[in-house]
């Protein structure tokens, strides 16, 4: 099911050869390149541009090198895709969200969505009750919602990939019913639209032009063109629903919305933490400090009694999630000793002169 599992470029090996002092050339080439970019004035289309033109050139570059002297296509694809994660990566704070009207567009949708949580059901949105699975529905909101834990382009188009598919194959199944035609666009939209809905993915606009203006455009094709399609449509239609687009009156959908916005606004006021005025001035970086902590541990103090079904599935996502990336971290340590972390922090540097940070060996 993961889209990334069977051929995920080998980014290390990339930056291996990059070390070599044969890539003198190379390092010279991109250096160059990430410093001019960041002279000019910030315009997504014409970022775009050079990014593509630059990365079609280095392919051709790379053909030709030494260091892939006899190489493969899946070699030199291999290395263009390790090429694109770097620069993206160094270049990401200049190219992603990089206007305001991106940034509204953004607090827009997620609000938008954080409204129709609160009552929009699938029938609203005409799904099939074939596709009425709440365990793949919770997969593939988990899967959208990793988006932004990613810079590179491609890693990010891997998020939609592996929620489209979840998607994907719950219309397989329901085809192969007995009494359901087989499925199509018009049950897939639906359905992409109601997970996205459930993951109010952060900065959902942001992400989505990222990936159309800085993804390899030779890779935006067939299967994976027909997912960021869909995902682009999803993302208009929550942007401009409405009553009519929900098969409701008017009148009924305003009532929906405006007891959304009363419940959000009474939520965050009982959310916020009472104290005693003699207990605040003291008190009010400690509180703080303890919010933020519990934000992101919110059940540390839990009692197994009180969790729900929706949290022990939360907690379960959140287990096999920790548990595959302290695998992939664990193996990757030991095959290599090296933090990618540090690897794509703004410190690091192609120099086929500088050791890459290895960890101290006991």
């Given at each position: 099911m993961d889209f990334s599992s069977s051929s995920s470029p080998d980014f290390y090996g990339f930056?291996?050869?990059?070390?070599?002092?044969?890539?003198?050339?190379?390092?010279?080439?991109?250096?160059?390149?990430?410093?001019?970019?960041?002279l000019n004035a910030t315009d997504a289309e014409e970022?775009?541009?050079?990014v593509q033109e630059y990365l079609f050139t280095m392919e051709a570059t790379i053909k030709d090198h030494p260091l892939?002297?006899?190489?493969?296509?899946?070699?030199?694809?291999?290395?263009?895709?390790?090429?694109?994660?770097?620069?993206?990566?160094?270049?990401?704070?200049?190219?992603?969200?990089?206007?305001?009207?991106?940034?509204?567009?953004?607090?827009?949708?997620?609000?938008?969505?954080?409204?129709?949580?609160?009552?929009?059901?699938?029938?609203?949105l005409d799904v099939p009750r074939l596709l009425r699975n709440e365990a793949s529905w919770l997969l593939a909101v988990k899967e959208l919602q990793k988006i932004n834990a990613y810079k590179a382009p491609r890693e990010k188009l891997t998020c939609i990939m592996n929620c489209c598919q979840v998607i994907n194959n719950l219309l397989l199944n329901a085809s192969e019913s007995v009494h359901h035609a087989p499925a199509g666009a018009d049950e897939f939209l639906p359905a992409l639209i109601y997970i996205t809905i459930k993951a109010n993915p952060p900065q959902l606009h942001s992400n989505l032009k990222f990936v159309q203006l800085f993804r390899r455009e030779t890779k935006l094709i067939s299967e994976i063109e027909y997912y960021l399609t869909n995902l682009i449509s999803a993302k208009t239609f929550i942007l401009n629903i409405n009553a009519h687009s929900l098969s409701m009156e008017e009148d009924e959908f305003e009532n929906h919305m405006r007891n959304a916005k009363l419940a959000i606004e009474q939520s965050t006021t009982d959310s916020r933490p009472q104290m005693l005025d003699s207990d605040a001035v003291g008190s009010r970086r400690k509180g703080k400090e303890i919010i933020a902590e519990e934000a992101r541990?919110?059940?540390?103090?839990?009692?197994?009694?009180?969790?729900?079904s929706e949290d022990v599935k939360i907690l379960l996502g959140a287990y096999k999630q920790l548990v595959n990336r302290y695998t992939s971290l664990s193996a990757a340590l030991r095959r290599l000793s090296l933090d990618e972390n540090l690897l794509l922090s703004s410190s690091y540097s192609l120099s086929p002169r500088r050791d890459p940070p290895f960890r101290e060996r006991k």
């Open positions: 930056l291996d050869r990059m070390r070599r002092p044969a890539a003198a050339d190379l390092i010279r080439s991109i250096k160059s390149f990430i410093v001019s970019f960041s970022d775009s541009k050079r892939w002297v006899n190489a493969s296509y899946e070699e030199i694809d291999n290395a263009i895709e390790g090429l694109e994660k770097f620069i993206m990566t160094k270049l990401f704070n200049r190219t992603f969200a990089s206007s305001p009207e991106d940034s509204k567009i953004d607090s827009d949708i997620s609000e938008k969505i954080r409204l129709l949580q609160c009552f929009i059901k699938p029938n609203h541990y919110p059940f540390l103090d839990a009692n197994p009694e009180e969790l729900t």
